[in-house]
Structures are given as C-alpha cells and as structure tokens.
C-alpha cells in the first residue's frame, strides 16, 4: 500500500550531492512530491526534507541506498504521524483588494495568516501551515484575483526527543573503519 | 613486478605542482601499474609522470574502455586499487562502460581524469564534458579538483573508498589549471572518511539467530558470492561447509571462493548454473546467502523463488538485504568475520539424504548435458570440450579470463576451478569487450602466472585493438577464440524464443589468423580434433603471447538454462524440455 513518507536525509555540503540524492529515486522512477534542503543546527551539516509517496518496502530500501551515498550521514523514514511538519506559503494580491469591503484583513486574521507587506500596487500575505490550509486560504483569496502563489516544500521535525548528534555517534559506534 | 616501492610515511614537498602531486600521491599508495592514455587535459601530469619512470610503470592501451577493464582485472589480481589515467571529454567518456562494470561487481579502481581549465567549466570549452554528472550513478564517489591544494586529500580519500567496505570504482577529475599550479605537498594517508561507514559491527543477536536456524534445518544449502573472495573468506566456507554439511553452490562471480571438486559443492547458481541447486534452491528449507545480491540471473522469478525456505542473508552491504528477497535473519558484516563467529555456534552435523538429492541430480546433469559436451560424437568441436581440455592442461593457479556470452558460461560451467584460480569475468554488467584488455590487466598484476582467456568471435572484436599493447609487454596470456561465427548468446535465445529468426546475429567474421599474425602474436587455427592437443602443446610452449582459434560447432547451446522469467526450480536440460 502506497502512503506518504518523510525522508530526513542528513548530509555533508558538497556539491552534487543532491544531483546524487534524486539520482536515488528518478532511477526507480519515484516521484519527488517536495523537497527542501537547510543547514542544521550543527555547522557544515544540512538536512533535506524530502517527501515520496510508495509503500513501505521501498521506501526502506532507497533509504538504505542514499545512505550509501559519501557525503549522507543518515537517513530518517517517517510516517505521517511520526513527525510535526510545516510549509510556508506567499500569495500576492492587486492592491485592490484592500478596498474592497469583505476585509481582506479579517480573512488573514481567521485563516492565521499574515500581511508581510503592502507596497503601492499589491499586498503580500504569508502563511504557514499544512498544504490543505494553505489551499484553503488560496480558495478564498481568489475572487480578489491572485497575482502569484507559491508554496515551499515541507519542513519536518520527528517527534521522539533524541537529538542528531546522538543519532550519528550511535551510528558511528556501529561500524568499525580499517 | 620490476620495482617493489615500500611502504611510505607523511610525505612533504614544498612547491610542487598539481600534477607532480598526483603522481608522489600515487607512489605513496604503492602503485606501481597505470593503465592510460594521454590528451591535452591530461598533459601536464603525463609531463610529471616522464620523471617517474623507475617508480612507476605506465601502459599505453589502444583505448581508454581497454585501460579500466585492464585496471579492474588488476585489480582482482593484485587486491590493489586499478590505476586508470585519461584525458577530458571523450577520454573520459570512454571510460563509463568500465566505471559501470566495475561499480556492479565491486571492483576497485581509482580513474583520474583530466579536466578543461576551471575558468571554462561548464562554457563547452573544447572537450569538456560534464565527466562528474556523467560517471556519478556509476561511481562509489566521484570529485572534481579545481585547486592544487585539494589534490593529496582527495587521492588519500580516493584509496580509501575505493577498496574499502564493499569496494567500487572512484573518478576524480582534475582541472588542467589545477595540476600546473603550485603548492606545499604534504600526504597523509586517510583511514577514515566522515559519512563512510565501511564494517559494520556484527549484531550478536542476529548472529544467533542465524545458528539456530542453520542447526535445525533439515534441508539447507550455501549460495557462495564474490563477498567471500573480495573478504578473503575462502577458508572460512570451507570450515564452516566441513562443519555442517551443508551443500554450496555458487554465483558467477563466487566461483572459486569454493573448491569445485568439494564433494559438497554442487557448481554454478541461476540462468546457466547447474541442474542441482537450482531445483534444490526451490526445496530447500534454508538459504544461507553469503556476499551475494540475488542478482536476477541467480533467482529467475522472484515470486517463485526459495518459496520453502527461511533466508540468512549474510553481506557487508545493508542496502542489500531486502532488496530482492526477503531474509528471515540478516547478518550485516565482511563475510570473513561473521562466517568467523558463526562457525563456533553451528553443530557439527551430515545432511547425507539431502546431499544424495543433489548427487542424484548432479549424476542426471552429467548424463543429460555434461557428457555429451565434454565427450561430443559430433564432427565439430564444441566450445565444453575445449575448455575442459585446457582446465585439465593449465596449472593449478592459472587466471582465467572470459568474455561475454555462451563461450563464458562454458568456460564458468567447465573449467574446473578451485580456490588457487583466479576467474574473471564481468558478471552484473555482462560487458562484451572486458575479455581480451581484462587478460592483460591479469597478466599485469601476476606476470608469473599462467592467464587463460576464453573469448568469442563477437566480444574479441569489440576491444580486439587491445592484442596490440599485449603484443608490445610480450604478455604472457593465452587467448583462446571460440569461433561460432555467431553472436552465440542471443542466438541461442533466437533459436529457442524467436523461431530461430536470427536477427543480426551471424557475425561473417575477418581472417583472425592474418589479424594475430599483424599483431606478431604466434597462433594457430584449429578445426579438427586430431589437430587440437599439438596445437594445444605449442600454445603452452614458452612464456609468449599464443592466439588459439578454435572453431567450433556454430549453433552449439548452453544448457542446463533458466528460461528468462521462469522459476530456477523450471530448469532444463535440454530445448525438447522447452515448454511450448
Ligand atoms: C557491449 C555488449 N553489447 C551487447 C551485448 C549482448 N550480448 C550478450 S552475449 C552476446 C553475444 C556474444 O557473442 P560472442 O562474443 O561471439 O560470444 P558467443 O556467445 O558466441 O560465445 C551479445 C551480443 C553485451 N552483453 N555487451
Ligand atoms: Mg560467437
């Protein structure tokens, strides 16, 4: 059965290395639904965030084969209830939805949203959560007549409290290097 | 080997350049052997290698895909890391067959490449290709050097990974500014690589979980991989095989990790492989796998492949557990160290009804195929008695080299290998053309030993400009030609599948007498068999290059077969046994 999985691909920053990771999943003809990538908190090392839709099976086995990847410290597998994931999205309105009495600014307010910015021909509004949100808040902007849209990947964070650091010298313990 | 260079510390060297970098570098491995070609990329550390001459001996191939597959089977010889030199652009492009073959079954080889200046990446400057995108899928790393200073690191890296855990092809590719700049040298080996995590640790738990199955199993057999030769597990199998009884049977590329002549040893797995244990596989109530991937040639139909069976799966990849076939205990590790503590734990036992199972239908196989091959009525040679003749006249640590196609499955079925041989083949690739550069690279690293190469009409042509650089180092290989005038191979699957329509496949080849002859390589064509045993005599002679043509029987099939996408346990002995 085919379910969505999280991937936390914990890597050096080297060039190429994403080229490497994709490389991973377009060779078993996987589809990529989003991807971020960001340093971590530890210097030097990044973090993709990478979701696939497929089942469990493979989705184990090409973790395992972007772990083999130099450069890929680790790599997390999580289910949808084994993480807290946000996405970050900007819509840009003609300024004239300002004035246009349903108040813009009560829709931001009830949908948790944000006005970023207003300059002299549009306004900029931001919102973070999980993609049926922020489609919500897309379906109700659009009789002002959206400019622009643009959503990001997720960004997601597992739920146990073990923190990287201790996953890696867990995994570095694991093997011998001679 | 003319110079032996002993083992270096830290080197340091003020004000050198790139180029002289690499070439120190690559002394401070102990290489002693590159295969390469130069070009204007490449140019300065070929310029830096001219005052290297006593330290390290270089081979012009004819071809760049000559150079890595002389690389790769010198590097099964020696268990050193081949050494490939090669210009930018299309030198480099004429190395990913070898990167690709050498990536799938495992084989160490480190291939530096020259690159455009580093101000005209990525502007198509003349023979730019984007080497690094090109060989990454089929590389265990891969660089590009664009600074001097990046060069002793990156090389002590590339010795690393290149031979260490499962070992793989690395490319690096140098900038041609890079190698002309100068800079402090200081080398220092690496013996550690962060996000490299080479020897897993054994899980003890899984460990004895394997023993437990292995002692109450009633019916479980060995399938031997390229693992135990690359670990050095040898005789580890055989401890452990002597101990429980148990029947092995091996891979193509796990030949000659066990004795042939084992009285437990029931000869090659998958499409080719032997009668036995593929119809036993299928009975089989354990699978013990140790380093081997399942390769599709080895299990035919996965949904009905070992269906009886629990699976331990033994291998210092994790990646390839569960990959094609489930395991019911996983024993992540180098092959040596875990049959190493398996052994205490196993009981001491005889599976005499099992094993006489196999021998029965071992005694069917030579009945059914093997005697008629190897003791053939028919006017024609055929390839099996060819290769059971030589076997039978090469010495006992003889290298022998196969091509791709039927000659390479007869040469895996019939020549009698033990664990003194060396066999070389390309297994997960199936390269036509690694034959004839393979032998050389062979003959490279073992100059006193006897290399044997079979090879076909059609692989023989693919890298046949190869004959040419072992006629210049007076190689000591003997090639033998198994003339089908046929692309034998997919022919066969014409003529079983294909209503023998036989697209494409007859070869109407050149004189390759005239051809050794213009290479000044002594040979001798043989057609008759009364001809076969001087011809034969004069071969093994002296310490020559000898080119035999053997033709043989030109619609000859390897059998026993798997048929493409049946089940190994569907194997047959012979095309009546086809089902329509
Ligand atoms: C580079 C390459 N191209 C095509 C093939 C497909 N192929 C596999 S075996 C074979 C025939 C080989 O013919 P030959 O070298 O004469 O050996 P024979 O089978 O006759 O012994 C072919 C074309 C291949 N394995 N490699
Ligand atoms: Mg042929």
């Not at chain 2, 084989?107 to 995108?133: K, M, R, W």
């Not at chain 2, 990454?136 to 050097?145: A, D, I, L, R, S």
């Not at chain 2, 019911?328 to 094993?355: C, F, R, S, T, Y």
């Not at chain 2, 050389?440 to 100059?447: E, K, R, V, W």
Request: net charge negative; glycine share 6%.
């Amino acid at each position: 059965m085919e379910k969505l999985f999280t991937l936390l691909i914990v890597t050096e920053n080297n060039i190429g290395l994403l080229n490497h990771v994709t490389v991973v999943f377009t060779r078993r003809h996987m589809n990529i639904r989003s991807i971020t990538a960001s340093e971590s908190k530890i210097k030097d090392i990044y973090t993709y965030t990478i979701v696939i839709k497929n089942t469990r099976e493979l989705t184990d086995i090409v973790a395992k084969q972007l772990e083999k990847i130099i450069g890929v410290f680790k790599v997390f597998v999580y289910e949808e209830d084994e993480i807290i994931y946000q996405e970050l999205a900007l819509y840009k309105l003609p300024i004239s939805a300002i004035n246009e009495g349903v108040g813009i600014e009560k829709i931001v307010r009830e949908h948790n949203a944000r006005i970023l910015s207003i300059e002299k021909e549009y306004i900029l509004i931001e919102k973070t959560g999980h993609k049926k949100e922020t489609q919500a808040l897309l379906e109700t902007l659009e009789p002002f007549g959206i400019l622009q849209f643009i959503r990001s990947g997720r960004v997601a964070m597992a739920k146990p409290m073990k923190p990287l650091e201790e996953h890696l010298a867990e995994k570095e313990n694991a093997y011998e290097y001679i | 080997m003319t110079t032996t260079v002993k083992e270096k510390k830290a080197v340091k060297l003020d004000n050198i350049t790139g180029s002289e970098a690499v070439i120190r570098s690559l002394i401070n491995e102990n290489v002693e052997t590159i295969f390469g070609y130069p070009g204007g990329a490449i140019m300065p550390i070929y310029d830096a290698l001219y005052d290297f001459d006593k330290e390290l001996k270089h081979i012009l191939t004819r071809h760049e895909q000559g150079a890595i597959h002389a690389a790769e089977a010198y590097a099964k010889v020696s268990g050193k890391p081949g050494i490939v030199f090669a210009t930018s652009g299309p030198g480099a492009t004429n190395l990913i067959t070898g990167l690709a073959n050498a990536m799938v079954d495992s084989t160490p080889v480190i291939c530096i490449t020259g690159q455009v200046h580093s101000h005209l990446l990525g502007f198509d400057a003349f023979q730019e290709t984007d080497v690094v995108g090109i060989s990454m899928p089929v590389t265990k790393w891969n660089f590009q050097v664009t600074k001097a200073s990046e060069i002793p690191e990156v090389l002590a890296k590339a010795f690393y990974l290149a031979k260490n855990g499962r070992p793989g092809p690395v490319l690096i590719d140098i900038t041609k500014d890079a190698q002309l700049e100068n800079f402090d040298f200081l080398y220092q080996k690496v013996n550690k690589v962060p996000t490299f995590y080479p020897y897993p640790k054994i899980n003890n738990d899984a460990l004895l979980k394997a023993a437990e199955l292995i002692n109450s199993a009633k019916k479980p057999m060995v399938l031997a991989g390229q693992g135990i030769k690359i670990s050095g597990a040898e005789e580890e199998l055989k401890t452990f095989i002597n101990k429980t009884g148990i029947p092995v049977a091996s891979t193509l590329l796990g030949l000659t990790s066990f004795s042939s002549d084992h009285p437990l040893y029931f000869g090659m797995l998958g499409m080719h492989g032997s009668y036995a244990p593929n119809i036993k596989s299928n009975e089989a109530d354990l699978i013990i796998a140790v380093g081997m991937r399942f390769d599709d040639r080895v299990t035919g139909d996965t949904s009905r492949y070992i269906k009886n069976a629990k699976v331990i799966h033994i291998d210092i990849d994790a990646s390839e557990i569960d990959k094609n076939i489930k395991t019911d205990a996983a024993v992540i590790g180098d092959a040596k160290k875990v049959l190493e503590k398996l052994i205490p734990e196993v009981n001491q036992k005889k599976h005499e009804q099992w094993v006489n199972e196999f021998n029965e239908l071992k005694k069917e196989e030579y009945d059914k195929v093997i005697k008629i091959d190897i003791l053939p009525n028919t006017e024609k040679f055929r390839p099996a008695e060819i290769i059971h003749t030589i076997s039978g006249k090469c010495k006992e640590n003889a290298v022998v080299v196969t091509d791709v196609g039927q000659h390479q499955m007869m040469a895996a079925r019939y020549y009698s290998l033990n664990t003194k041989n060396i066999f070389i083949t390309s297994g997960g690739l199936g390269t036509m053309g690694f034959g004839l550069p393979a032998s050389f690279g062979a003959s490279m690293a073992a100059p006193d030993k006897q290399v044997v190469l079979f090879v076909g009409d059609g692989g023989l042509q693919m890298t046949i400009q190869e004959l040419d650089t072992i006629r210049r180092n007076n190689s000591n290989i003997k090639i033998v030609l198994l003339n089908n005038s046929y692309l034998g191979m997919v022919r066969q699957w014409q003529e079983l599948f294909n209503e023998k329509r036989y697209s494409f496949t007859d070869m109407d080849n050149p004189d390759f007498i005239k051809i050794a002859e213009a290479y000044s390589i002594k040979s001798s064509r043989v057609t008759k068999r009364e001809e076969l045993d001087s011809a034969i005599e004069q071969m093994f002679a002296d310490n020559n290059p000898f080119f035999l043509e053997v033709v043989v029987e030109r619609e000859d099939n390897v059998f026993p077969m798997v048929p493409g996408g049946a089940a190994v346990s569907d194997i047959i002995l012979a095309k009546n046994d086809l089902k329509k």
